[in-house]
């Protein structure tokens, strides 16, 4: 299972820090997790991600340099760091996993390249 948290309501221009909880029977290696977001109307949009193998970490040009992906591998628990955040930024966050496909690179922001998803944590930024 995974969990999100760390969402909430923060100004434009200010800070959040996303984690991604992995429990259970899912506590275990898996080759990318990656965060995505949907804002309402809006279709399931990859932002970041991360390749345990390669260690080749992924992003979203709207997001380049304002977010940071990473992990902390014995807690089993992923974060998305997001500074200078925008109105445009207001999403439901998710978390997801590959365990199983073993994708690519260059599909990271493909939501089918990824088998577990958490129930997703709500980002609003106010200008």
């Known amino acids: 299972q995974l969990v999100e948290s760390g969402g909430g309501l923060v100004q434009s221009g200010g800070s959040l820090r996303l984690s991604c909880g992995i429990v259970?029977?899912?506590?275990?290696?898996?080759?990318?997790i990656a965060w995505f977001r949907q804002a309402p109307g809006q279709e399931r949009e990859g932002v970041s991600s991360l390749g345990t193998s390669s260690g080749r970490t992924m992003y979203a040009e709207s997001v380049k340099g304002r977010f940071t992906i990473s992990r902390d591998r014995a807690k089993y628990t992923a974060y998305l760091q997001m500074n200078n955040l925008t109105p445009e930024d207001t999403a439901i966050y998710y978390c997801?996993?590959?365990?199983?496909?073993?994708?690519?690179?260059?599909?990271?922001?493909?939501?089918?390249?990824?088998?577990?998803w958490g129930q997703g944590t709500q980002v609003t930024v106010s200008s």
């Open positions: 259970g029977a899912l506590s275990r290696d898996y080759h990318r």
């Open positions: 997801a996993a590959d365990y199983f496909i073993a994708g690519s690179d260059t599909r990271w922001y493909d939501p089918n390249s990824y088998d577990y």
